[in-house]
C-alpha cells in the first residue's frame, strides 16, 4: 500500500492566475471531509475531492487512470483556463455561520447554477467556446445550463479578473432546482464513486434535507514553471452541507432555556459511517474544525472552571474536556497561528475497515455561545418601490464588528479606507438608471464621486445582453451603513419570451460583494499539512467574498389564458378600422350629396329625411309586405325579408325540438 | 354596374348600425325607461346570477395536507398568553424575546403615528413616504416587532406575511389569543421543513391605529426613505439598544445587525384578530376582504379561507352584510316573487335551476350591498388594506368564538382551531408557484362561497347609464331643431347653433369648476383650530354656498355673455343635453377606478338627471302627469344632494339613530384621509351634477 510520492502542489490564491511551483507529473487523487460545529446548533460538512492529472498532447485520446475523462476532454477542446461550476439550494446564512472563512467566501454560492469559464483562446472566439461549453455541461450535468447560452444571460465582468481580461464570461441561473439528478453525474466523477470513501457518507435523503447544500465543480490548468505550457488539469469538487444533527428534534424551546449544542455523530447527521478510504485516494482525512469564536469561548470556560494549562496539549485533553467529548482521538491537533487560533483535529481513515468503522461524535457537555467571524459589512439587497411601471434596487451595507477591529488595526494611518467592490448583473427587461444611483453613506446622502472610485458599466441591449454594473467603492473606515440605490424601469417582453410560471416574477442574479483589503485564510503552524489539498485550499489568501440575496421582480404579464379573447377583439378592431377607413376613402360623401339635390332638391335635409323615413317606417314596420315605394333597391330587400323571416323562424324551430325532445 | 351606382346615389343608403342609433335617439324616453328598469331589476336579480366560488389556481391545493398543529404548540402559545398579559415587562420585549427563542430574526420597526393629511393630488399615487411632524417625543414612537423565519431550503424571493395588530397599552383578551393563535403557527412553521416562501410574522402597534401601524412598517419595508431614518433610529430614544438585550441569551451573532430585515416579495398576507365579544352560537369567522377604492384580494384567497373553514374547521364564514335589509318587508316579497318565479321556471323545464330560496335571497342581498358599500366607500375595511396598495393579496380574519374571550374555558381548543385554520392557509399560499393571478379580482360577494363576477355586476350599470347619452343625444338634436329649418340656412345660422352648444358647455363647466373648489375647501377648513365638526360643516356649506353665488355672477357678467337677449326656448334642453353627458362621463370614468361608488353614485344621480325639466313648465301645462313629474323632481332632486343622499345610504345601510350634521364633515373627513376616489366623485362629478339638475328644474322659460 505504499503511495507514490506525492508532488507539491500549491494553487495560486486567485482562481484565474495558476503558477504552479511543480508541474503535475501523475495523477492523483484525494478525499477530505471537514466537519465545523456551526453556532446556531447546525454542522457544516465539507466534501473536498481533488483529482489532478497531467496533460500531454495525447491525453486526449488516451484513457486516464483517474481522471474523469469526460472533464479532459472538456478542458481540451474548448479551451479551459479555469472554470467553476456550482450547483446550489438554500441560502447561506453569513449572519450565523459567518462570512470571514475560506469556506464562506469560497463554497458559499447564490441559489441555483453559477458558471463562469476562463478560456484560452483568441477574445473574438470566446463566445461560440461558451456556447458550446454550456451545452456541453447541461448534457454532463443533467442541468439547463444550456439557457446560459442565449447572449442575454450571461456576460464578461472586467475587473473581476484582471488577468483574464475578455476571456471571462459569467452568468447564472438562480431559478435551476438543485437534485439529486445532478448529484449523480457529478459523482460519477469520482474514482470511487460514492461506492467507498468518503463519498460513500453522501446518502441523498440526508443531503437534500439539509439547510444549504452546494456542490461545486471547480477546474484549474496549470502551467508548467520552465516553459510556460499546460502542464495539468486540476479538478477540485467539492460539496457545502449545513445540517441539523438531530432530526427528531425536541419541538418548541422556552425562550429562558439555556440550549446546549447538540451532540452528533456521523451516523446520526448521515446515517450512514465511513467503511474505509477509497484505495485510489493518496490521502484521505477527516477534519473538524473549531472555529476562533469557539476555541476562545472554550478556553474562558476552561480558565474559569479550572485551572487551565494551556501547555498542556496533550490528545486526552483535546478529545475529552469540560465542554466537549470526541469519540475518537485525532491523529493530529493544527493550531492556528495568530493569538486568537481556531484548531483544527485531523483523523486518517486509512485504518478503518468495514469491520471497524469510522464514526466520528461530538458530545456536548456544556453549553457554549459564540458567534462566526463576519465579513467588514454584511451585505443585503432589497427591491423598493412597487406597481408595475418601476423601481429600484437598494444594496445596503451594515458594518461589523470586524470593521471596528480593521480601524483599531489601521488606526496609525490616517485615512483608513475600506474597498468593497460589487458586481451587479440585471436581465435587459429590468431597464435600469445608471445615472440614478445614490450613494447614501450613515444615512446622509452623498456625491457618487466621493466614494466611487471606479465605475464600469455596460447598459443592456434589449434581448441581446444584460447590463452589468462593476464598482469600486472606498468608504471610510468608521462607516456605520451604506445604502446604494439605483432606480430602474420594468420593460415589457414579447409573448414568447415569458418563460413558464411568468406571473412568479422574474429573477435579479445576487450581487457579488468582495472585499479586497481583505483574506480569508487560515494559518497553520505545522508544515506537513500542505499534503493535503484542503487545508492548502483554505490556507490560500483569497479574498472575502459574499453574495446577496437573489431578488423577485413582478413584471407585468399578459393573461395567457386569454389569448382567443384577445385575437378575437384584435380581429374585430382591426376589422372594424379597416372596414370604415376603406369605406371613408372610397366613397365621395360631397359628390353623392350634389347628386341627390340634383334629383330632388325639393327634399328635406338628410338627417330630417332619414328622421322621417324612420317614424314613418316604425308604423309600418307592422306590414313588412308593403312595397317600399322609394326605390328599386329597397323593394328588392323587403322581397328578401319574408324569405329571412322564415329562414330564422326555421332555426329557431329545429333549436326548440333540439332542445326540448331531442335531448 | 352604372346603373346600380345610380340608383345608390339616388339615395344614400343609411347602415344599420346608424339606423338603430336613429332609432333609439329618436324613442329616447321609452328606451331610457325601459334601460333604467332593467337595471334596477338586473341589480336585483344579482344575487339570484352569483355562481359558486371555486379554487381556480391548481398549485394551492388546500386542505391536502394533514394539519401539523398540535396541541404541544398550543400550550406554547398558552404559557405566551400568560406571559404577555401578566408580566410587567414591555410586551414588545416578550413577543421578541419568545420570537428569538424561535429562531426566528427579530426586528424593532418604530414609527411615528402618521398625522391626517389631506393630499388633494395623491389619490392615485403611489403612497408616499409621508409627513412626520418633528416635535414627537419618545413616548409616542409606535413600536411594530417583526419576526421573520427563513424558509431552510427557500430562496428568499418571496415572503408570506402574518400581522397581529395589539395594543401594548392594553392587551386585551381578544389581542392576547390572536396573539397566541399567531403564535403557535409561528412556533410550528420555525421547525417544518416544507416551507418554500419566508414567513414575516408583525406585531403590529394598534396605539395609534392597526393601519397606520402596519402602513407604517409596510412604508419601511417597500419604500424606505433612507435619510430620514435618523430621527426614529437616533440615540435618545433609548429603546434601540432593546434589540442587542434580547438576542443575548440565544446567540451573540443577534447585535451584530439591529436594521430593519426584510424578506423577499410579500405573496400574501393574513390579519388575524379575535373578536372581543363572544357571538353566542357557534365559533365563527369574518372575513374582510375590501382594500382602498374598492381594491378586493384576488378571489382565490377568500376561496381558500372559504375552504378551510368550512370543511376542515367546521367555522361558520361570514362575510359583513346588512343587517338593516335582513328585516326589510319589500325585500322578502321580492325574494318570495323571485323563489316562486324560478319554480315557475323549475316545473317548465327541470333543467333551470336560477331559482334560490328568499331567505337565501335576502341574504344574499344583504351581503351583496353590504360588498357595495364598502367597496363603494373606498376604505379600507381593516389593516389588510395597506398591503394593497403594495399589490399585496390580504384579508382579515376576525375569528369571533362562541363566547367572550374573557372567560372562556375552552381558549385552547379555540388556538388550535384558529391555528389550524391560519397553518392550512400559509400551507396553501406556500404551495403557490406564482403570484395570485388565476381568479378574480373584480368581484362582489353575496355570501363567502357565491360571488358575482365584473361580466355579471357591469349589465346593471351599463343599463343604469346608457339611457344618458341617448337621451343627451335627442336633446342635443330636439334644440338644434327647435331653431327655424336651419338645414339650408346661412352660415351664421350654423355658427350660432353651435355656440348655443358651447353656452351650455361653458355653464357647465363653471359649475364642474365649482365642484373642484369646494372639494377643496376641506383643505383650508381643516387649518381651522379646535373647530368641530358641526361648525365645520357649515362653514363649508355657506362657503360653497358663497362660490356657487360669486361664479354665477361672474359668469352671468356680460363678458361670457355674448348674446343675452332673451333666454332662448331650447336652452335648458342643451344644458341638460351637456350635464346628462358630463354625468356620462364622468360615471363611466368612476366605474373604471371604482365600480360600486359609479353604481351606487349611478342609481342617485341618473333619475333625476333623465327626468330634469323646468317646472316652471310642469306648472304650466298643469296635467296631472306634468304634476307628477314636478313632484318626482323635487323628491329626486332633494334626495341627489350629497349629504341627504349619504344621511340616506347610511340609513339604509346603518340605520338612522344617532345621525346628525356633523357626521357628513366626519365621513368626508375619513374619506380624503383614506385617499378614497369617491371622495373625488362626489366633489368633481355629483355635486355639480346634481347643482345643474336644480338649475334645470329652476330654470326661467
Known amino acids: 500500500m505504499a503511495l507514490p510520492p506525492t508532488t507539491i502542489v500549491t494553487l495560486s490564491l486567485l482562481l484565474l492566475l495558476p503558477i504552479l511551483s511543480s508541474s503535475i507529473v501523475e495523477e492523483a487523487f484525494s478525499e477530505e471531509l471537514l466537519l465545523k460545529p456551526l453556532p446556531d446548533r447546525k454542522i457544516l460538512t465539507h466534501f473536498h475531492f481533488q483529482t489532478e492529472a497531467p496533460i500531454s498532447d495525447d491525453s486526449f485520446a488516451r484513457h486516464h487512470h483517474l481522471f474523469p475523462k469526460s472533464i479532459a476532454q472538456l478542458v481540451k477542446k474548448f479551451h479551459i483556463k479555469a472554470m467553476e461550476l456550482s450547483f446550489t439550494q438554500g441560502r447561506w446564512n453569513y449572519e450565523r455561520w459567518g462570512g470571514f472563512d475560506p469556506i464562506s467566501s469560497q463554497n458559499a454560492k447564490p441559489p441555483g447554477v453559477e458558471l463562469w469559464a476562463v478560456f484560452d483562446v483568441p477574445p473574438h472566439q470566446v463566445d461560440a467556446y461558451w456556447k458550446n461549453l454550456t451545452h456541453s455541461l447541461s448534457g454532463l450535468f443533467c442541468a439547463s445550463i444550456n439557457f446560459l447560452e442565449s447572449s442575454s444571460s450571461y456576460s464578461a465582468p472586467k475587473w473581476a479578473s484582471q488577468s483574464a481580461l475578455g476571456s471571462l464570461r459569467y452568468g447564472t441561473l438562480p431559478r435551476e432546482a438543485v437534485c439529486t439528478e445532478n448529484l449523480t453525474p457529478w459523482l460519477k466523477l469520482l474514482p470511487c464513486r460514492d461506492k467507498a470513501g468518503l463519498s460513500a457518507l453522501m446518502d441523498r435523503p440526508s443531503i437534500y434535507r439539509s439547510f444549504y447544500h452546494s456542490q461545486r465543480l471547480h477546474l484549474t490548468t496549470s502551467k508548467a514553471p520552465a516553459d510556460g505550457l499546460d502542464s495539468g488539469i486540476i479538478l477540485e469538487q467539492t460539496l457545502t452541507v449545513v445540517l441539523q444533527p438531530n432530526i427528531q428534534r425536541a419541538g418548541i424551546s422556552y425562550p429562558d432555556e439555556i440550549k446546549i449544542q447538540p451532540s452528533w455523530s456521523l451516523s446520526s447527521i448521515f446515517g450512514r459511517k465511513i467503511n474505509g478510504r477509497c484505495v485510489l485516494a493518496k490521502s484521505s482525512n477527516v477534519y473538524l474544525q473549531f472555529e476562533r469564536g469557539l476555541v476562545t469561548q472554550l478556553e474562558n470556560i476552561q480558565k474559569n472552571t479550572v485551572a487551565y494549562d494551556s501547555n498542556d496539549t496533550g490528545t486526552e485533553v483535546l478529545r475529552r474536556n469540560l465542554c466537549f467529548e470526541l469519540s475518537i482521538t485525532p491523529d493530529r491537533v493544527h493550531r492556528e497561528l495568530e493569538k486568537s487560533s481556531s484548531l483544527l483535529y485531523e483523523y486518517s481513515i486509512k485504518g478503518y475497515n468495514d469491520t471497524e468503522q469510522f464514526d466520528l461524535g461530538l458530545i456536548w457537555k456544556y453549553p457554549v455561545v459564540w458567534s462566526s467571524p463576519h465579513a467588514p459589512l454584511y451585505a443585503s439587497r432589497f427591491l423598493t418601490g412597487s406597481g408595475n411601471e418601476r423601481g429600484s434596487i437598494a444594496i445596503s451595507l451594515k458594518s461589523t464588528e470586524l470593521t471596528k477591529d480593521f480601524i483599531a488595526a489601521n488606526n496609525v494611518e490616517e485615512k483608513c479606507k475600506l474597498q468593497v467592490n460589487v458586481l451587479q448583473i440585471v436581465p435587459w427587461y429590468i431597464k435600469v438608471y445608471y445615472h440614478t444611483l445614490q450613494i447614501l453613506v450613515d444615512e446622509k446622502p452623498h456625491a457618487v464621486t466621493d466614494f466611487v472610485e471606479k465605475m464600469g458599466v455596460s447598459p443592456s441591449e434589449d434581448k441581446v445582453s444584460p447590463g452589468l454594473m462593476e464598482l469600486v467603492l472606498r468608504f471610510p473606515c468608521e462607516i456605520k451603513s451604506a445604502v446604494l440605490n439605483i432606480e430602474f424601469d420594468k420593460g415589457f417582453l414579447h409573448i414568447d419570451e415569458y418563460p413558464p410560471d411568468a406571473n412568479q416574477g422574474f429573477d435579479i442574479p445576487s450581487a457579488i460583494i468582495s472585499f479586497p483589503d481583505f483574506h480569508a485564510a487560515l494559518q497553520f503552524l505545522n508544515n506537513s499539512i500542505s499534503n493535503s489539498p484542503m487545508l492548502s485550499k483554505l490556507?490560500?489568501?483569497?479574498?472575502?467574498?459574499?453574495?446577496?440575496?437573489?431578488?423577485?421582480?413582478?413584471?407585468?404579464?399578459?393573461?395567457?389564458?386569454?389569448?382567443?379573447?384577445?385575437?378575437?377583439?384584435?380581429?374585430?378592431?382591426?376589422?372594424?378600422?379597416?372596414?370604415?377607413?376603406?369605406?371613408?376613402?372610397?366613397?365621395?360623401v360631397g359628390e353623392e350629396e350634389r347628386l341627390l339635390k340634383n334629383k330632388d332638391a325639393n327634399k328635406a335635409a338628410i338627417l330630417r329625411r332619414i328622421l322621417d323615413k324612420f317614424w314613418g317606417r316604425s308604423s309600418e314596420s307592422t306590414q313588412p309586405q308593403q312595397p317600399s315605394s322609394s326605390s328599386s333597391s329597397s323593394s328588392s330587400s323587403s322581397f328578401i325579408n319574408p324569405k329571412l323571416f322564415l329562414k330564422v323562424l326555421l332555426v329557431a324551430g329545429i333549436a326548440v325540438i333540439w332542445q326540448y325532445y331531442l335531448k | 354596374m352604372a346603373e346600380n351606382e345610380n340608383v345608390t346615389a339616388k339615395k344614400p343608403r343609411v347602415r344599420p348600425i346608424v339606423r338603430l342609433g336613429i332609432f333609439l335617439i329618436s324613442h329616447s324616453n321609452y328606451v331610457s325607461l325601459i334601460c333604467f328598469v332593467s337595471g334596477i331589476v338586473a341589480l336585483l336579480l344579482l344575487p339570484i346570477l352569483a355562481k359558486n366560488t371555486y379554487v381556480s389556481e391548481n398549485a394551492l391545493m388546500p386542505g391536502s395536507a394533514n394539519n401539523m398543529l398540535s396541541t404541544h404548540h398550543v400550550s406554547h402559545a398558552n404559557k405566551f398568553i400568560n406571559d404577555l398579559t401578566d408580566s410587567d415587562i414591555e410586551s414588545h420585549k416578550i413577543i421578541a424575546?419568545?420570537?428569538?427563542?424561535?429562531?426566528?430574526?427579530?426586528?424593532?420597526?418604530?414609527?411615528?403615528?402618521?398625522?391626517?393629511?389631506?393630499?388633494?393630488?395623491?389619490?392615485?399615487?403611489?403612497?408616499?413616504?409621508?409627513?412626520?411632524?418633528?416635535?414627537?417625543?419618545?413616548?409616542?414612537?409606535?413600536?411594530?416587532?417583526?419576526?421573520?423565519?427563513?424558509?431552510?431550503?427557500?430562496?428568499?424571493?418571496?415572503?408570506?406575511?402574518?400581522?397581529?395588530?395589539?395594543?401594548?397599552?392594553?392587551?386585551?383578551?381578544?389581542?392576547?389569543?390572536?396573539?397566541?393563535?399567531?403564535?403557535?403557527?409561528?412556533?410550528?412553521?420555525?421547525?417544518?421543513?416544507?416551507?418554500?416562501?419566508?414567513?414575516?410574522?408583525?406585531?403590529?402597534?394598534?396605539?395609534?391605529?392597526?393601519?397606520?401601524?402596519?402602513?407604517?412598517?409596510?412604508?419601511?419595508?417597500?419604500?424606505?426613505?433612507?435619510?430620514?431614518?435618523?430621527?426614529?433610529?437616533?440615540?435618545?430614544?433609548?429603546?434601540?439598544?432593546?434589540?442587542?438585550?434580547?438576542?443575548?441569551?440565544?446567540?451573540?451573532?443577534?447585535?451584530?445587525?439591529?436594521?430593519?430585515?426584510?424578506?423577499?416579495?410579500?405573496?400574501?398576507?393574513?390579519?388575524?384578530?379575535?373578536?372581543?365579544q363572544g357571538n353566542h352560537h357557534e365559533d365563527s369567522l369574518n372575513i374582510y376582504p375590501e382594500a382602498s377604492?374598492?381594491?378586493?384580494?384576488?378571489?382565490?384567497?377568500?376561496?381558500?379561507?372559504?375552504?378551510?373553514?368550512?370543511?376542515?374547521?367546521?367555522?361558520?364564514?361570514?362575510?359583513?352584510?346588512?343587517?338593516?335589509?335582513?328585516?326589510?318587508?319589500?325585500?322578502?316579497?321580492?325574494?318570495?316573487?323571485?323563489?316562486?318565479?324560478?319554480?315557475?321556471?323549475?316545473?317548465?323545464?327541470?333543467?333551470?335551476?336560477?331559482?334560490?330560496?328568499?331567505?337565501?335571497?335576502?341574504?344574499?342581498?344583504?351581503?351583496?350591498?353590504?360588498?357595495?358599500?364598502y367597496q363603494g366607500l373606498g376604505v379600507p375595511t381593516g389593516p389588510h388594506g395597506a398591503f394593497r396598495d403594495y399589490q399585496v393579496d390580504a384579508i382579515t380574519l376576525e375569528i369571533s368564538p362562541k363566547v367572550s374571550p374573557t372567560k372562556m374555558i375552552r381558549r385552547n381548543e379555540f388556538i388550535l382551531l384558529g391555528g389550524r385554520l391560519i397553518e392550512g392557509v400559509i400551507r396553501s399560499v406556500n404551495n403557490l408557484l406564482e403570484k395570485f393571478h388565476q381568479s378574480f379580482f373584480l368581484y362582489l360577494l353575496t355570501s363567502s362561497s357565491k360571488f358575482v363576477s365584473v361580466g355579471v355586476y357591469m349589465i346593471p350599470f351599463a343599463l343604469l347609464v346608457a339611457p344618458l347619452p341617448i337621451l343627451a343625444a335627442s336633446l342635443h338634436a330636439d334644440a338644434s331643431k327647435s331653431t327655424p329649418q336651419s338645414t339650408s340656412s346661412t352660415e351664421v345660422d350654423v355658427s350660432h347653433k353651435s355656440w348655443k352648444w358651447l353656452n351650455a358647455a361653458r355653464k357647465v363647466l363653471v359649475i364642474h369648476l365649482w365642484g373642484a373648489i369646494v372639494s377643496l375647501l376641506p383643505y383650508f377648513l381643516y387649518q381651522i383650530p379646535n373647530s368641530?365638526?358641526?361648525?365645520?360643516?357649515?362653514?363649508?356649506?355657506?362657503?360653497?354656498?358663497?362660490?356657487?353665488?360669486?361664479?354665477?355672477?361672474?359668469?352671468?357678467?356680460?363678458?361670457?355673455?355674448?348674446?343675452?337677449?332673451?333666454?332662448?326656448?331650447?336652452?335648458?334642453?342643451?344644458?341638460?343635453?351637456?350635464?346628462?353627458?358630463?354625468?356620462?362621463?364622468?360615471?363611466?370614468?368612476?366605474?373604471?377606478?371604482?365600480?360600486?361608488?359609479?353604481?351606487?353614485?349611478?342609481?342617485?344621480?341618473?333619475?333625476?338627471?333623465?327626468?330634469?325639466?323646468?317646472?316652471?313648465?310642469?306648472?304650466?301645462?298643469?296635467?296631472?302627469?306634468?304634476?307628477?313629474?314636478?313632484?318626482?323632481?323635487l323628491v329626486l332632486g332633494f334626495i341627489a344632494l350629497p349629504p341627504v343622499a349619504y344621511a340616506l345610504t347610511k340609513g339604509a345601510f346603518e340605520g338612522f339613530y344617532g345621525t346628525n350634521v356633523g357626521d357628513y364633515w366626519n365621513w368626508v373627513e375619513s374619506l380624503w384621509t383614506w385617499n378614497s376616489a369617491t371622495y373625488l366623485y362626489v366633489g368633481i362629478v355629483h355635486l355639480p351634477c346634481w347643482a345643474l339638475c336644480i338649475h334645470i328644474l329652476f330654470h326661467p322659460c
Open chain 1, 539 to 588: 490556507q490560500e489568501k483569497s479574498p472575502v467574498l459574499s453574495y446577496t440575496e437573489v431578488l423577485l421582480v413582478p413584471l407585468t404579464t399578459p393573461d395567457f389564458s386569454m389569448p382567443y379573447n384577445v385575437i378575437t377583439i384584435t380581429c374585430t378592431v382591426f376589422a372594424l378600422y379597416f372596414g370604415s377607413l376603406l369605406n371613408v376613402l372610397r366613397r365621395r
Open chain 2, 97 to 276: 424575546h419568545y420570537m428569538s427563542a424561535l429562531d426566528a430574526e427579530v426586528t424593532y420597526h418604530k414609527f411615528y403615528p402618521q398625522l391626517n393629511q389631506f393630499h388633494p393630488l395623491h389619490f392615485f399615487t403611489s403612497p408616499d413616504s409621508g409627513l412626520v411632524s418633528k416635535n414627537i417625543s419618545c413616548s409616542s414612537l409606535g413600536i411594530n416587532v417583526a419576526g421573520i423565519i427563513r424558509a431552510p431550503r427557500g430562496d428568499g424571493k418571496e415572503a408570506i406575511v402574518l400581522v397581529t395588530p395589539y395594543n401594548p397599552k392594553k392587551v386585551g383578551p381578544g389581542e392576547a389569543l390572536s396573539l397566541g393563535i399567531a403564535y403557535s403557527v409561528f412556533s410550528l412553521l420555525s421547525r417544518v421543513t416544507w416551507l418554500a416562501k419566508d414567513v414575516i410574522w408583525l406585531v403590529a402597534d394598534s396605539q395609534y391605529g392597526e393601519y397606520s401601524a402596519v402602513a407604517a412598517w409596510l412604508r419601511e419595508y417597500q419604500a424606505p426613505a433612507f435619510h430620514e431614518a435618523d430621527i426614529v433610529n437616533s440615540e435618545i430614544c433609548n429603546d434601540s439598544n432593546a434589540i442587542n438585550e434580547l438576542g443575548q441569551n440565544a446567540y451573540s451573532d443577534r447585535k451584530l445587525y439591529g436594521g430593519f430585515r426584510r424578506a423577499g416579495t410579500m405573496a400574501a398576507a393574513l390579519v388575524i384578530k379575535v373578536a372581543e
Open chain 2, 293 to 373: 377604492n374598492g381594491q378586493m384580494p384576488n378571489l382565490d384567497l377568500i376561496n381558500i379561507v372559504n375552504y378551510l373553514g368550512v370543511h376542515k374547521q367546521g367555522l361558520r364564514i361570514k362575510v359583513t352584510k346588512m343587517f338593516s335589509l335582513l328585516g326589510s318587508r319589500w325585500l322578502n316579497t321580492l325574494g318570495g316573487i323571485f323563489e316562486s318565479l324560478g319554480q315557475i321556471a323549475r316545473s317548465l323545464n327541470p333543467e333551470w335551476k336560477f331559482g334560490i330560496s328568499a331567505t337565501e335571497y335576502v341574504e344574499g342581498a344583504a351581503t351583496l350591498a353590504s360588498s357595495l358599500y
Open chain 2, 532 to 633: 368641530t365638526p358641526t361648525t365645520n360643516f357649515t362653514v363649508w356649506g355657506i362657503l360653497s354656498a358663497f362660490s356657487l353665488l360669486i361664479l354665477y355672477f361672474i359668469s352671468a357678467s356680460p363678458i361670457f355673455e355674448a348674446a343675452p337677449s332673451q333666454p332662448e326656448k331650447g336652452e335648458w334642453a342643451s344644458l341638460k343635453s351637456v350635464t346628462i353627458s358630463t354625468a356620462f362621463i364622468g360615471l363611466s370614468l368612476m366605474s373604471v377606478i371604482n365600480f360600486a361608488t359609479a353604481e351606487i353614485g349611478a342609481l342617485l344621480i341618473v333619475p333625476i338627471c333623465l327626468l330634469a325639466r323646468p317646472l316652471k313648465l310642469d306648472i304650466r301645462a298643469r296635467s296631472l302627469r306634468a304634476l307628477l313629474r314636478a313632484t318626482c323632481n
